[in-house]
C-alpha cells in the first residue's frame, strides 16, 4: 500500500485561517481529504497540520504538528516525508485546497503509478503537473531538500513524469470568494 500525505498546515492568511478546518457538507476540508485518501486505500494517511488543533480525525491517520509551517509548502512535505514508515516505497501527496479531488482520482493515479513504481505520477492540469502526486522513494530525498513555498512542481516536471489528466484541479481554495463558488 501506499501512504497519503496530506498537506494542511497552511495559515489561510488569504482565507482569514487554516483552510484544513474549512466546513464543506458538514465536514472539515481535512477531514474531507483524510477519508478520500483512506477510501482510495492509502495506508497511513499522514496529514501536515500547523500550530492549530485539528480535531480527532480518523484512527488510523497519523497527526503531524509542522510547527515551522510558516516556511512554506517545502516543511509540511519534508515533516510528511520523514513521517513516513521506513518501508515505504512510494508517497501520495495532496493538499486539503482541492475540493475537486475524491477516492475514484487517487485511485486512477494510484493505478497509473503502479504501472511503473520507479516513475512519478501526477494530475496535469493548468498547463502542467501538480498535486495530488505519487513520488517514489528514489526521490525521497529531493523531497527533503526543498525549501520555502516550493512543491515538488519542479520535481515532477524535470522527471518523466506520467500524467493523468484532472482539469478540476485548478481549482483551489484560496479566498472566501473560491469557497463561496463551490459552496452553490
Not at 458538514?26 to 478520500?36: D, F, K, M
Not at 509540511?76 to 513516513?84: D, Q, W
Amino acid at each position: 500500500m501506499i501512504p497519503a500525505i496530506v498537506l494542511a498546515a497552511g495559515s489561510g492568511r488569504r482565507m482569514g485561517g487554516p483552510k484544513a478546518l474549512l466546513v464543506i457538507e458538514g465536514e472539515t476540508l481535512l477531514h474531507r481529504t483524510v477519508r478520500t485518501a483512506i477510501s482510495a486505500g492509502c495506508n497511513p494517511v499522514i496529514a501536515v497540520v500547523g500550530d492549530w488543533d485539528p480535531g480527532p480525525l480518523d484512527s488510523s491517520a497519523i497527526l503531524v504538528h509542522n510547527r515551522g509551517a510558516a516556511e512554506g509548502m517545502a516543511s509540511s512535505i519534508r515533516a510528511g516525508i520523514l513521517a513516513l514508515p521506513p518501508a515505504s516505497e512510494a508517497a501520495l501527496i495532496l493538499a486539503v485546497d482541492q475540493p475537486a479531488v475524491n477516492a475514484d482520482l487517487l485511485g486512477q493515479l494510484l493505478a497509473l503509478a503502479a504501472k511503473d513504481p520507479d516513475r512519478p505520477a501526477a494530475c496535469a492540469y493548468g498547463e502542467s503537473l501538480g498535486i495530488p502526486a505519487v513520488l517514489p522513494r528514489r526521490l525521497f530525498k529531493d523531497l527533503l531538500e526543498l525549501r520555502g513555498d516550493c512543491g515538488a512542481k519542479s520535481i515532477l516536471l524535470r522527471e518523466n513524469t506520467a500524467s493523468l489528466s484532472f482539469p478540476e484541479g485548478a481549482l483551489d481554495l484560496d479566498t472566501p470568494e473560491d469557497l463561496d463558488r463551490i459552496r452553490c
